[in-house]
């Protein structure tokens, strides 16, 4: 199969083709290997090859909605047993995971065949995907520019065109993001819908699994093989009937009333592309006879933000110690992760219950406001996609930073706030992500506007509870006003 059919397919028609008889699994996952010997080289977005096993997997009877579609798996928390599971850290670089991961073991019952894993910052804690272990990923769209984090390496595999459909992971925007940047369409479900497990808890409560893709309906058919009770899982999700979000795709959404938001506390006057992004999603949404309003400040941004670096770094303490664990050794990890864990260690239990519980002010805000409006839409990014290493640590403030670690000065750090201040400025470009994580609600980012200069920037659309349902069927009829599967980056 030559490139141009096989980028013409997406995962559910691929699993239509090898259900008639008319393609082999063995052909697709030449096209997909040959297209990620092309172009991967360029844009390193796989750094595990998993060949073996892909060849293993050929050998059997392959059933399920995605049977015989080739597939990547994110470098986190995505373990494959026998496969380690480094998480962009060099201290796991070499630990192999025990047994699946509770989504992996759902897409390989959906007949998917996995070759490989994808790159990913390290512990998946930025929103680029510049890892010192395996190097920086690249944009499809101009290879100076990152394709986002943390589910970089993924989304630009997608872009590319190596797989129509790879999996990533989302704990403050890393599935929204990494679409927004590769002009991709990237889900986040709500909390509890996808299991987390079952090595591993939910991910301090704002992580959950997914994919980025070219389509609406392989995202749609995709949560429907994640979605489901698990019996590690904190929460029973509500049930659903089998093929349930597929067929919410080409269903009228109905007229949504939408609230638009384009300032945040943290990034007060966004790029004007960022702007331009919204603005031309509301007069698309109003053509297609939705409802669109600007909207004040409708939770505490601020607190958000700062309530998510609390939760975020008392977990890079815990991740930094369990990696110490596995990996046996104390080397192995960047600077900027012992800071933020030094800075975790530094965080009193009382503080972190309390940054907690102010959770829930912020779900009771997000909750008002969709009284009122269907959705909020607001940039996915405040401004187009970085270049590679615009915000790398300087030598200078990471051999600060690393002093500080060395003398455990994290309570010192945390007075003077400048890690904090560094961090919340990094955090500028994408100030709109985490309240979906902190909150619990789906959110999702389409991909209906290009710069100037030809760099995808997504929007983003957040629903209430259980809202998954709405988001596709918005995103479905977008797709159909706005299609974006043909476009092809010429990474080759």
Known sequence: MDFTRYRSL?????????????????ELLAAARERAAA??????????????????????????????VPFLIKDLGQHYAGVPTSGGCRALADVPATEHATVVQRWLDAGLVIFGKTNTPEFGSKGITEPTLW??????WNLAHTPGGSSGGSAAAVAAGIVPVAGGN???????????????????????????????????????????SRSVRDSAAMLDVLAGA????????????????????????????????????????????AVAAVEDAAALLAELGHTVEPVEQIVDE????????????????????????????????????????????????????????????????LADFHRSYDLLLTPTLGRAPLRVGEVATSARERAAGGAFVRLRGGKL????????????????????????????????????????????????FVAPLGGEGTLLRLAAQLETARPWFDRVPDVA
């Not at 997406?10 to 063995?26: I, R, S, T, Y």
């Open 135 to 140: 190097g920086p990923a690249r944009n499809p």
């Open 39 to 68: 172009v991967n080289p360029k844009i390193n977005a796989i750094v595990r090859p998993m060949d073996d096993i892909a060849d293993q997997r050929l050998t059997e009877d392959l059933t399920g909605p995605f049977a015989g």
């Open 230 to 273: 698990d019996p590690y899982a904190p929460y029973l999700p509500a049930a659903a009937p089998p093929g349930h979000y597929l067929a919410e795709v080409g269903r009228a959404p109905g007229r949504l009333r939408i609230g638009m938001r384009t300032a945040s506390a943290l990034n007060p006057t966004p790029a004007p592309e």
């Open 170 to 212: 989302d704990g403050g925007g890393s599935i929204r993001i990494p679409a927004a940047c590769c002009g991709l369409f990237g889900l986040k479900p709500g909390r509890g819908l996808v299991p987390h497990g079952p090595t591993e808890g939910e991910g301090a409560g704002m992580a959950t699994d997914g994919v980025v």
């Open 302 to 365: 601020a607190a958000v933000a700062t309530d998510f670096l609390t939760t975020w770094f008392a977990k890079s303490a815990v991740l930094v110690e369990r990696a110490r664990e596995l990996g046996g050794g104390d080397g192995g990890f960047e600077p900027d992760t012992l800071i933020a864990a030094e800075l975790g260690r530094a965080t009193g239990a009382v503080e972190l219950e309390r940054s907690r519980a102010r959770w829930h002010a912020h779900i009771r805000a």
């Open 413 to 460: 750090l945390r007075r003077l706030g400048l890690v904090e201040k560094a961090v919340l400025a990094n955090l500028s470009w994408v100030p709109y992500t985490q309240l979906a994580n902190m909150t619990g609600r789906p959110a999702m980012s389409v991909p209906l506007y290009w710069t100037p200069g030809g760099l995808p920037l997504g929007v983003q």
């Open 10 to 26: 997406d995962g559910v028609a691929m699993a239509e083709l090898v259900a008639n008889g008319e393609v082999k699994p063995a």
